[in-house]
């Protein structure tokens, strides 16, 4: 999660179970999301409590200077001062900051509808309600603004799945402006009331399906759960949900804010909006299926390797992950295989058959260099000649063995430098590819799009 400023307020805090001692203290929010707040004084009135030095703490509940009321929650101690005779403060971390509501100890915490926005999310849409108007003549311009119909399809497991558009209209106009803005945020709807962590899971791959779209690391900038059980009267007996702002270290994250031009991006919602619904159900079906292969990507993307040779093996394991998990052929059948190890074991002295079961206990498996052939033959005439095809291979290969053992043998063959971060695209463009394929583009499409779309195009021919 990524926040425009970092939040610091002065509040009172408690225990939901310990509400008459009230600690005064400081919450702060970092641009992250990440979540602390010092108090001073101690949680705890008995000898037991604090001579306790268990880091977790449970849950805390909140008032913050402008009124609104929290609740802190997974909480732990960073660091703990107890001082007799003088003042004590400790540091508190949060796990989740609930900004618009009060939880009990214990109750949980559930939501019927969950909002959220990410950064990049109106780039690429590309679906604006705004349009300008020039009169040369008369040397004068008319804005005009009809909000864009929301774009709603269904998800798997009863989940309603929308993006929806609000704005801001200007107020009483100044001298020299006049401001319109529109931002798009999606909205997940269940019948029932789910667990946060529901909600929180089907975000992470909904935000990393808009990083693999947009190809680049985009952040959520905002989070917002309603429940049908917690609302609040808005006049004429009317009520409505109250909502209930969640912050919290969400990832993927970048050091810096992402900056997105739609000819960078490997393609935008125009490509795919009518088939939007099972693009998206396919996506976190094959996600479930494969969510290694996919965490092993996205990590080499959001920079959590620091050097280049991590990100490498990043990317050459998944795809060895991503093919593992999609397909089941072995060097031969399974009764034929295993009949060849009671064979060669009964021929192996018994001190040490437990060593050699162990040896061939993955020897039926396709090698590294038959798993990377067989993803690139759907993609032969992108990767060039049938040598090149080739040379790349070996080079993944030779390299990933050498990254792994560190063999001298092999530090001749192995890429560095610039030959390294070449290898790296390929792979990266590699999983592209096949990320089309498995939210169901067909293949025209995908060679299409690998022709015209510069970005991925020179990954490739790098």
Not at 6 to 29: C, H, M, Q, T
Not at 166 to 187: F, H, M, N, S
Not at 247 to 264: A, D
Not at 363 to 380: G, S, T, V, Y
């Amino acid at each position: 999660m990524r926040l425009s400023e970092p939040i610091e307020k002065s509040g009172y805090f408690w225990l939901p179970a310990k509400p008459d001692n009230r600690l005064p203290g400081i919450l702060r929010v970092s641009e992250t999301g990440e979540t602390n707040v010092e108090v001073i004084g101690i949680f705890g009135d008995t000898l037991a409590e604090l001579n306790d030095s268990t880091p977790e703490i449970g849950r805390i509940v909140g008032v913050i200077e402008n009124g609104d009321i929290i609740t802190l929650d997974h909480c732990f101690y960073r660091n703990r001062n107890i001082s007799f005779g003088g003042i004590s403060k400790s540091t508190i971390h949060a796990n989740f900051l609930l900004r618009g509501v009060q939880y009990d100890e214990g109750e949980p915490v559930t939501f019927s509808r969950f909002r959220f926005s990410v950064e990049g999310l109106d780039e690429w849409l590309s679906v604006s309600g705004l349009s300008v108007e020039h009169n040369c003549s008369e040397r004068s311009a008319s804005i005009h603004f009809n909000p864009p119909k929301e774009i709603a399809v269904q998800l798997a497991d009863g989940i309603g799945f929308s993006v929806t558009f609000c704005w801001t209209l200007p107020g009483i106009p100044i001298v020299t402006e006049a401001k319109i803005t529109q931002k798009a945020y999606i909205t997940l709807k269940s019948e029932s009331l789910r667990p946060l962590e529901d909600f929180l899971a089907l975000v992470f791959k909904l935000n990393n399906f808009l990083c693999f779209a947009t190809d680049e690391t985009v952040s959520l900038d905002s989070a917002t759960g309603f429940s049908h059980e917690i609302t609040r009267e808005v006049g004429n007996g009317e009520k409505r949900e109250v909502p209930i702002a969640v912050y919290y270290e969400s990832t993927p994250v970048s050091e810096g804010r992402p900056k997105l031009h739609w000819h960078n991006m490997l393609f935008r919602y125009g490509y795919i909006a009518n088939q939007l619904e099972p693009i998206l159900n396919s996506w976190l079906t094959n996600y479930e299926i494969s969510a290694p292969a996919f965490n092993l990507y996205f990590a080499s993307k959001s920079g959590a390797h620091k050097y280049l040779e991590g990100r490498f093996l990043s990317l050459a394991q998944g795809i060895e992950t991503l093919h593992r998990r999609n397909s089941h052929e072995t060097h031969m059948l399974d009764e034929e295989f295993d009949q060849l190890v009671v064979t060669i074991v009964e021929g192996c002295p018994s001190v040490r058959r437990e060593w050699l079961l162990k040896k061939l206990e993955y020897a039926n498996e396709l090698p590294l260099r038959k798993r990377i052939k067989q993803m690139l033959e759907p993609f032969e005439s992108i990767y060039g000649s049938s040598k090149e095809r080739k040379q790349f291979i070996g080079k993944v290969i030779d390299t990933r063995n050498y990254l792994t053992h560190y063999d001298p043998k092999l530090e001749q063959q192995a890429a560095n430098g610039e030959t390294l971060w070449k290898l790296c695209m390929k792979l990266e463009a590699l999983f592209q590819l096949h990320f089309l394929r498995l939210i169901g583009l067909d293949a025209e499409f995908i060679r299409k799009l690998a022709n015209e779309n510069h970005a991925l195009r020179s990954k490739v021919e790098t």
